[in-house]
């Protein structure tokens, strides 16, 4: 499937004022021009001007192959923002040219990107000869356009990780190679002449330029509407984290940090410069034990080596850098929101439950925990899809949680629980009487087996990873929520880490209660919340 890149702007010479737009298709594996469109529009406000400029690209786009992928990538936050669906679309104007947009491509072939203008130049400064053709009553002519000239060659795409998404050799790797390179990134050529030059948000938004091309920050300038801020689940960045007075702000994952942040619990902000220290995680040793098994995490376990044939067949664990500095994201990761299905009858009886004994439902209290998730999760509004393990817990609290957001569920058969064998409806105390030797190897080694024949950590491990990769090729670049168990909730932040096995045990993960790790397109991963229960309350 061929892919392309669709660089877009706009401006307005007085917002609103003379407008016009620019948009350039190139090939993401070469970084060949393919297409070019601009236009002047008459008087329109700089927004409106670049989401004109986003549809002409993406129309553009499909001309050349309609069963292309695209990534497009802008310098106003605004339009990417929306059209990656993180924050709403309130000016009359601009919401028929973004629903024009979103069915230009299917929207799992599209993904949106935030550059910095100095990387913008060449839709720059098509936006610029058409404006400047508008100005002396002419239409833009691209046999006349200058703007690929004058514009450095594009570089290609960044190349696909070698490897699975979430694969800690490839991410490490790719990170190694950057720090290589990196020394400070150059613009790759500077903006058209009549556009102001500094960096989007290093002037006072609303700021004019010599020739009079407002460019402020990337909101609805000339309306007064302000982007959504709701706090809560973001798939990217987002210009207001949880506040910490709101009560109702903490109880799900929250987006990184806002622009030029350098902490954050999220993760640093996309900006063209090259990014912030991302700490790596501790590895879990400072969470309580408890085990995986029972419903209520279980037993501990003494720490010891990890094994490294386990790890490898444990699926390669995404790995953040230590220390450091890494270059640009890559665009919005694709992030999984972890819930944990809501109690069963087998819950408080702390029992082992997995996917080879009775297939419980919820109980009273469980169906309960779960119409409260869907109220905490329906006023962010940012979820876009449900998949849920096939088991019936799983299952009845994903259609109480996807009905509250009007949403199908998907089932995906690699989010099942782990199959306990012989242990399935038996409590810890009555499986450490019947199988005493089997449990010791158990707790000692990922690649023991549950009494019976049950499925071992490793296999499991290896399990989910694989549906982890498939979710993540299908969702990406979108926030999803995720129906399952304790073991595939646990394997899942434990691969983000880059834990050992034994982090397992070193983790409680209660009934209906939420996390959530984003998966970058250069192989890393951030754990954003782990075990949330405050919805609950």
């Known amino acids: 499937m061929r892919e392309f890149v669709v660089e877009a702007d706009g401006g307005s010479r007085g917002n609103p004022g003379p407008a016009g737009y620019g948009a350039v298709v190139s090939d993401a594996a070469t970084g060949e021009t393919l297409a070019e469109a601009a236009e002047y529009i008459g008087v329109a406000t700089n927004n409106v001007a670049e989401y004109r400029g986003l549809l002409a690209g993406l129309r553009a786009a499909r001309e050349l192959d309609p069963d292309a992928r695209v990534r497009v990538r802008m310098d106003s936050k605004l339009v990417v923002e929306q059209m990656s669906g993180r924050w709403k679309i309130k000016h009359p104007a601009m919401k028929p040219l973004a629903a024009q947009a979103a069915t230009v ?79 400070g990134t150059a613009a790759p050529g500077e903006p058209g002449p009549e556009r102001r030059r500094a960096a989007e948000g290093t002037a006072a938004a609303g700021a004019a330029d010599p020739a009079g091309t407002v460019r402020g920050r990337s909101t609805e300038d000339a309306s007064g509407e302000e982007p959504d801020t709701e706090p809560g689940l973001r798939a990217d960045d987002t210009e207001a984290g949880p506040r910490a007075d709101d009560p109702e702000a903490a109880d799900v994952p929250g987006g990184r940090g806002a622009e030029g942040d350098s902490g954050g619990a999220g993760g640093p902000a996309p900006t063209g410069r090259v990014r912030g220290r991302r700490a790596a995680e501790s590895r879990a040793t400072a969470v309580r034990a408890a085990g995986e098994g029972p419903e209520d995490g279980g037993p501990g376990r003494p720490a010891g080596p990890a094994p490294a044939d386990a790890d490898r067949r444990a699926a390669q664990a995404v790995a953040t850098p230590s220390s450091g500095w890494a270059p640009a994201d890559m665009g919005a990761p694709a992030t999984f929101v972890l819930l944990r299905h809501g109690e069963t009858p087998l819950t408080p009886q702390k029992r082992f439950s997995g996917s080879g004994g009775s297939d419980p439902s919820l109980s009273g209290i469980g169906r309960e925990q779960a119409g409260k998730v869907a109220a905490a999760l329906a006023r962010r509004g940012t979820v876009q899809a449900v998949v849920a393990s096939p088991l019936a817990r799983t299952r009845e609290t994903a259609r109480i949680v996807a009905a509250r957001l009007g949403l199908d569920v998907a089932v995906e058969d690699g989010l099942r629980e782990t199959d306990f064998g012989a242990w399935e409806g038996l409590t810890f105390g ?38 982890r990769d498939r979710l993540l090729a299908e969702y990406r670049g979108r926030t999803v929520l995720l129906v399952t168990h304790v073991t595939p909730v646990k394997m899942m932040i434990r691969l983000a880490l880059g834990a050992p096995p034994e982090a397992l045990f070193r983790m409680e993960l209660s009934a209906a209660s939420l996390s959530a790790v984003a998966y970058y397109a250069d192989g890393n991963a951030s754990v954003r919340l782990f075990n949330d229960t405050s919805h609950l309350r």
């Open 105 to 183: 491509f299917p929207p799992d072939r599209v993904t949106y990107e935030w550059i910095p203008r100095e990387r913008n130049t060449h839709a720059d400064r098509l936006a610029n000869e058409a404006m400047d053709a508008g100005r002396r009553g002419e239409s833009w002519s691209p046999a006349e356009s200058r703007a690929d000239l004058d514009t450095p060659p594009t570089a290609p795409a960044a190349r696909a990780p070698e490897g699975t998404p979430g694969d800690a050799t490839a991410g490490a790797a790719r990170v190694r190679e950057a720090l290589a390179s990196a020394g």
């Open 430 to 467: 009555e499986v450490r009487e019947r199988y005493p030797e089997d449990l010791d190897a158990w707790l000692a080694s990922p690649d023991a087996e549950p009494t019976g024949g049950g499925e071992s950590f490793a296999a499991t491990a290896a399990r989910v990873a694989e549906a």
